[in-house]
């Protein structure tokens, strides 16, 4: 008897630690999932300035992986490893050491913003548009402020015609600081012209092409700007509390279905994640098995996997949902074109 009461004992004390002795793990779940087409808060999440946005019928939905706050106790750690929609994984994984939480969200929200960037800049190339300067926002106390605005195209600086980063610049160059200069620009596919004066290279920090303040000569715009093809439209994304890239190409995608010539769903769900680049190349991401658990719950029809997630995709097959491997954007088109037509599209 004494010595059951002492197992008993035990056993308590242990499941006390148990539950309060943090672990260096945290839990990855199903994320929320978010409609490109659709709306968050009566607020688009894919807004269109400019034109109208097509009318949709289908979804195209990105995927996300929730996470736990850092140091789960032992027996979260042990439940969550006997849960197939739990992924239990070391804390640096996540959370890498040297930064806080807070820092760790902030960058990722970076990510996603830089994100949205790189899925404007392949929608519009897809559709055609031509590549140029275009201003992507004004630096602080910027010569610029109510002349210019962000996704002007700058198209000439004092007559001359500026394509490119490195014309504009050498432009910029030739130019003294404090010298009132006519800027021609493009917006929502309107001509105008803006009046700045210059700042010195020499007194300001730089903000305009690729070379260093310090080494520059000439003026500044005081303007950040970036090589992206330019619309007769504005695109516009919000989505909040999500971070990381992985929603590149479903943003993409959304973009098309809203401004292209084509219904890309055909009044279908699909859900599905992956990088992209500017010029349409599609990259891994993580959690890919508890994304399609997400993709399942909401009735997808069909599940976009970035073509170096594939094996993983395949270690947790779910019978109900169709997965089409996609290593660029012109495969995820082509696979969307499979669904609409009925075909089953290229798989894992």
């Known amino acids: 008897m004494a010595v ?3 197992g008993v004992v035990l056993l308590v004390v ?6 309060a002795v943090p672990v260096p793990y945290v839990a990855q779940v199903p994320g929320p999932t978010f409609n490109t087409l659709g709306e968050i808060d009566g607020e688009p999440i894919i807004s269109v300035e400019g034109r109208e946005r097509n ?4 979804e195209l939905t990105l995927t996300t992986v929730g996470v736990s706050r ?3 106790s032992l027996v979260e750690a042990v439940q969550g490893w006997f849960d197939r929609e739990v992924s239990v994984v070391p804390e640096e994984t996540v959370y890498p050491p040297g930064r806080t939480e807070q820092q760790t969200r902030d960058a990722n929200r970076q990510a996603f913003l830089t994100s949205e960037e790189a ?3 392949a929608a519009l190339a897809e559709l055609g548009h ?3 300067v275009v201003v992507r926002g004004l630096s602080e106390d910027s010569p610029a402020e109510g002349r210019l605005q962000e996704g002007d195209a700058v198209e000439t600086l004092d007559g001359r015609p500026t394509p490119d980063l490195a014309t504009l610049d050498a432009v910029l160059r030739s130019i003294p600081g404090g010298t009132t200069v006519s800027v021609g620009y493009t917006r929502l596919g309107e001509p105008g012209t803006a009046t700045v004066t210059t700042r010195s290279a020499a007194d300001a920090e730089q903000t305009d092409g690729p070379a260093d303040a310090e080494e520059r000569e000439g003026s500044l715009l005081g303007v950040l700007v970036r090589e992206q093809p330019a619309a007769p439209y504005d695109v516009d994304i919000a989505v909040e509390d999500v971070g990381g890239p992985s929603a590149g190409l479903m943003l993409t995608l959304g973009i098309l279905d809203l401004v292209g010539d084509t219904d890309l769903t055909g009044g279908a769900t699909v859900a599905g994640t992956g990088t992209i680049t500017a010029t349409g190349e599609v990259g891994p991401i993580g959690g890919i098995q508890l994304k399609m658990i997400a993709a399942e719950e909401i009735g997808a029809e069909l599940f976009l996997v970035p073509a170096d997630n594939c094996a993983d995709a395949l270690g947790a097959p779910r019978p109900g949902l169709t997965l089409a491997r996609v290593a660029n954007l012109d495969e995820a088109l082509t696979a969307l074109e499979d669904l609409r037509a009925g075909r089953t599209p290229r798989p894992c």
């Open 4 to 6: 059951l009461s002492v």
């Open 14 to 19: 242990f499941g006390v630690l148990g539950a």
């Open 55 to 58: 009318e949709t019928e289908g």
């Open 70 to 72: 850092a140091g789960l």
């Open 119 to 121: 899925a404007e800049a």
């Open 130 to 132: 031509p590549v140029k």
